[in-house]
């Protein structure tokens, strides 16, 4: 159990920079999730904390030790790896027992801990096999098995499940999600996969080119972007995006984009006016787009038509593939609907969800007052 | 699609033809002239296992229990295969370990291999070259003469009791290289999340090389070892271009035995049974190396 802290942390490889002034802060016991797309220095980040690659500039702490310069067996961490990186020539016990074996553990107790992590994960009637007569779901049980036995201070796990054909990571997911609550320890985990992050993580950071873009909870993420990134990233299908303008007429605050123009009412306008007169990126969630027939009750729609390219048909939902004066966007709509291709179909944006970020830097124009008021974000979705 | 067996046959047809007759024709023609005296390298007079009793009661240049260590070319190779096998493969492994871990791994490694690409012919008399009791031909010599005040130069060829050490140290050097290609081939095949798992599982860079890189090694050092035992097994050129088997017979090994009974003694029938001899040692390291290589590709 411990905090762990990234501060002002760089990693360079030669000339390219793969960390960028990295500031986290873990708390004990929390389950952390690193996400972005390949290449944006989450897992260089997680090797950084395990020891595996140097730090070129910063501090990492584990607990209130600086770790920059302690070898990576010595730093009370376990990790488990995409590829599970199981030793070949062991059999399922000796790879549990290798590190506490290292650690001149008393053999009673390490048969004592490798029995009973092997029993909570089910492969108690594996240990004399070797790992190749493993399937891929029981490889990575001794992978976090191995991590178990040795009741390390930090959990790091990079991309443990990418490996598992889907309908095992499902399983996966819940059954680290479970372990992490039994185990009471820190987790720090890399993804790639928003999904895997939104639903295992207590907190997410999201990283892209190597610089963290926002940290926060699943929620605040999803309701609360920081800027165009995150919210293109976080949600499936991503968030739609429009180039607009704010513009205020009348006393009312209306997004005007090549397409068409979406008055605001108050409540949102509000929060915008100081705007007014700004080029922007409207973003909307293909679940804030309803079809007009078939609105849930309470929202505040603002009502648009475009031509129907392509129809999904989900059964739960229906993806609505929209396109306006040549802008395509998404709708995921009640699954009645009588959309068909290539007609005209009005639908109603929820305009209480919508997102305002400003067109030059691309951060969010509400963080801050919708950071203030956390409770009432997306309160009548 | 339908077999065809005489097209099959006819594709298979000039292998086979060339291995019967430059292989399997002098295997069973060396066989039975090891029965008989072989005057003229034909198969007469007939001795019956004169030959084999020869070599393994009357013969201390081939089989001699008689001193202690035993002696003669059999013992000889013995220790040629103790002494050369392990180092050749240990130090390859170290090598390839240690260029792995360094930048200029490439030259190092060229430099290494280099001895591969030179005839051993050539890398016999350089050899020679080395071991010369002069000190103005002879490097060894004058560097231990430079190195230890007062050294006097070792005919290091011309000694009993050394030039098998001198012979094997220089069969070493040409075969080190290609040990270091095989072994740091496989070297980097190895998944490097092995490794980091490893290091983070508590293991030091002495336990990582020890308790996983070499036993996830273990089938190429396998593979390499058996090769380096057939290698001993068979060698002749390097004994026969430096010492041509002497001093008094001292560095006859078994593969320059067998040439030196048939050809420089006259002896093809004696040679034959020689020839056998090694045949038989060699055949269960051919048979695992085969056995491995196909385990290999499945």
């Known amino acids: ?381 | 699609m339908k077999k065809n067996p005489v097209l099959g046959w006819a594709f298979a047809l000039p292998a086979v033809i060339l291995l019967i007759l430059f292989l399997i024709y002098p295997t069973l023609r060396t066989i039975q002239l090891s029965f008989t005296q072989g005057i003229a390298f034909r198969p007469e007079p007939y001795v019956g296992l004169d030959n084999y009793i020869t070599l393994f009661t009357r013969d201390p240049f081939f089989f001699n229990l008689r001193n202690f260590p035993p002696t003669g070319a059999f013992f000889t190779t013995i220790l040629w295969l103790i002494l050369f096998v392990p180092i050749v493969i240990g130090l390859g492994l170290m090598i390839a370990v240690m260029a792995n871990a360094v930048r200029y791994e490439v030259a190092i490694k060229t430099i290494v291999f280099l001895p591969m690409a030179i005839s051993f012919t050539a890398a016999g008399i350089i050899w020679r070259f080395v071991y010369s009791p002069d000190p103005n031909t002879g490097l060894l010599n004058a560097f231990l003469m430079a190195v230890i005040p007062g050294f006097q130069p070792v005919p290091w060829l011309g000694r009993v009791d050394l030039v098998n050490f001198a012979l094997i140290a220089a069969a070493i050097w040409l075969y080190t290289g290609f040990c270091v290609v095989i072994l740091s081939a496989a070297l980097k095949s190895l998944p490097s999340e092995v490794m980091e798992a490893a290091r983070v599982d508590g293991a030091n860079s002495w336990q990582l090389f020890w308790r996983v890189t070499v036993p996830m090694l273990w089938p190429t050092i396998v593979v390499v070892s058996t090769t380096m035992i057939i290698n001993v097994l068979k060698a002749f050129d390097l004994v026969y271009i430096m010492t041509n088997g002497g001093p008094r017979n001292a560095s006859r090994i078994i593969g320059f035995a067998m040439y030196h009974e048939t050809f420089q003694n006259g002896r093809p029938g004696y040679g034959s049974a020689i020839a056998v001899v090694m045949l038989i040692l060699v055949l269960p390291f051919v048979y695992f190396n085969i056995r491995r290589f196909r385990v290999e590709r499945q």
């Not at chain 1, 942390?9 to 929390?30: P, S």
Request: aromatic fraction near 8%.
């Open chain 1, 1 to 381: 159990m411990a905090t762990v802290s990234f501060r002002h942390v760089w990693k360079r490889f030669g000339n390219t920079v793969a960390v960028k002034d990295l500031n986290i802060e873990v708390a004990d016991k929390e389950f952390l999730v690193l996400v972005g797309p390949s290449g944006c220095g989450k897992s260089t980040s997680l090797r950084m904390l395990a020891g595996l690659e140097e730090i070129t500039e910063g501090e990492i702490l584990i607990g209130d030790r600086v770790v920059n310069n302690v070898a990576p067996k010595d730093r009370d961490v376990a990790m488990v790896f995409q590829s599970y990186a199981l030793y070949p020539h062991m059999t399922v016990y000796e790879n549990m027992a290798f590190g506490l074996r290292l650690r001149k553990t008393p053999k009673q107790v390490i048969d004592q801990r490798v029995r009973e992590a092997a029993r909570s994960l089910g492969i108690d009637n594996l240990l004399d096999r070797r790992p190749r007569q493993l399937s891929g779901g029981q490889r990575q049980r001794v992978a976090v098995g191995r991590a178990i036995v040795r009741e390390p201070a930090v959990f790091l796990m990079d991309e443990p499940l990418s490996n598992l054909d889907a309908k095992l990571r499902v399983e996966a997911r819940s059954f680290i999600s479970k372990l992490h609550q039994r185990l009471g320890t820190t987790f720090i985990y890399v993804t790639h996969d928003q999904v895997e992050a939104m639903t295992m993580g207590t907190r997410i950071a999201v990283m892209s080119a190597g610089e963290l873009q926002q940290i926060d909870t699943p929620y605040n993420l999803y309701h609360n972007p920081r800027n165009v990134f995150v919210a293109g990233f976080i949600g499936s299908p991503s968030m739609n995006f429009f180039d607009a303008v704010l513009k205020e007429e009348d006393g009312k605050v209306i997004v005007e984009t090549p397409a068409f123009r979406i008055p605001l009412p108050p409540a949102v306008g509000n929060m915008y006016r100081g705007h007014a007169g700004k080029r922007v990126v409207f973003g909307v969630r293909p679940e804030d787009i309803h079809d007009v027939d078939y609105q849930p009750p309470g929202i505040l729609p603002a009502i648009i038509e475009a031509n129907v390219e392509v129809v999904e048909q989900m059964g739960n939902e229906m993806n609505l593939y929209l396109e306006e004066q040549g802008k395509t966007f998404i709708a995921r709509t009640d699954p009645r609907t009588q959309a068909r291709v290539g007609k005209r179909q009005a639908v109603a944006i929820n305009t209480s969800n919508i997102h305002l970020f400003d067109a030059n830097t691309e951060l969010s124009l509400a963080y801050e007052a919708k950071q203030a008021q956390p409770e009432t974000i997306g309160a009548s979705n």
